[in-house]
């Protein structure tokens, strides 16, 4: 899976807000705020990536975290991002 | 023929009578510093986009207007969409949903303050970041609103304020993160990339230099001075 559209990532009010950039801001016009965890995710979502692929990914760099913890995170922040219709 | 908006300094002939009017206030004898041209493809474009451009006319001022929002992020300025005013050489912004009453509130600042206060932009003032004093400046410009209230001014911005209906009137400070949820939908989001990531950089800088309010209020006179005595007495009412 993958993201459906082009975004920027930008640091505002110690949050992070993806925009859609260019000419997919008119297909996309919402505003997808997250914290550095779902950023993480998000970058990874630029490319076609499986869930176990960032879960792996994930464990490596999220140290102390367990594998059920950052499974239920990337599973949240996945389902969120489909409910706001921007993963194909 | 030059004009300077928020110290924009751009060339343009205006095409229709109503571009020539409402850039009016804004001529100026300082040297260009871009050219703007407003063809039949932007004017449609401007037609396509919004259902309430009716007339050549206003498709023309709001391609110019399309034009300076995209080039002014790369000069460190966003457009914010909030009613602007100037209280004792103080800049206060309100912003709020569509249809809340924005300009309402602000009139009856104006009833409440009267030579006090001067009407900055009762819609889309463009907000300048100035590097050498690190202030932000709220702009009048001819994108004013249905009311055409604005001048050829500026106001340092110290206060944003979200306006919410409310049947009492109180105030209260909001944190950067609900205010960032509100004010996300009133600032032009350009096309281009690096304008913005600039415009989200300039956002970050506005949250953090302003106080930031939250006006409870309805639309009697006494909504304006619980705002006006909250915001400028230093009573912090917390909710």
Redesign the interface.
């Known amino acids: 899976m993958k993201l459906k559209y082009n975004f920027?990532l930008?640091?505002?009010?110690?949050?992070i807000?993806a925009?859609a950039?260019?000419?997919d801001?008119q297909k996309f016009?919402g505003?997808i705020?997250m914290n550095k965890t779902g950023a993480y995710i998000f970058e990874m979502l630029k490319n076609d990536v499986t869930k176990e692929d960032i879960v792996s990914a994930m464990m490596k760099d999220f140290v102390g975290a367990t594998k059920e913890e950052i499974t239920e995170t990337v599973d949240e922040f996945i389902t969120s991002l489909q409910n706001s219709g921007v993963i194909e | 023929m030059v004009y300077s908006i928020a110290g924009f300094n751009f060339e343009y002939e205006p095409i229709f009578g109503f571009a020539t009017r409402e850039l009016a206030p804004y001529a100026s004898s300082e040297k260009a510093d871009l050219k703007i041209e407003v063809t039949i493809p932007d004017m449609k474009a401007e037609f396509a986009s919004n259902p309430e451009v009716k007339s050549q006319e206003v498709a023309e001022l709001n391609a110019i207007y399309r034009k300076l929002s995209e080039y002014i992020p790369l000069k460190d300025a966003f457009v914010l969409h909030a009613a602007t005013i100037d209280v004792d050489g103080i800049g206060v912004a309100f912003t709020a949903h569509s249809g809340t009453g924005k300009s309402t509130h602000m009139l009856l600042w104006q009833k409440l303050l009267g030579d006090r206060l001067t009407i900055v932009n009762g819609d889309k003032p463009f907000v300048r970041f100035l590097e050498k004093d690190k202030s932000l400046l709220a702009y009048g410009t001819p994108w004013n609103g249905k009311e055409r209230f604005s001048n050829n001014i500026s106001t340092e911005l110290k206060h944003l304020c979200f306006i919410a209906r409310s049947e009492k009137n109180f105030v209260e400070k909001l944190d950067k993160q609900t205010m960032l949820n509100v004010i996300l939908n009133q600032v032009y989001i350009p096309k281009s990339p690096e304008a913005l990531v600039k415009t989200f950089s300039l956002l970050d800088n506005l949250l953090s230099s302003c106080s930031l309010w939250k006006i409870n209020c309805n639309m009697e006179i006494d909504a304006a001075k619980v705002a006006y005595e909250t915001i400028f007495g230093g009573n912090n009412n917390e909710a």
Do not use: I, P, W
Request: aromatic share 6%; net charge negative; no cysteine.
């Open positions: 920027t930008n640091e505002v009010a110690d949050r807000v925009v950039m260019g000419d801001l016009g505003f705020k």
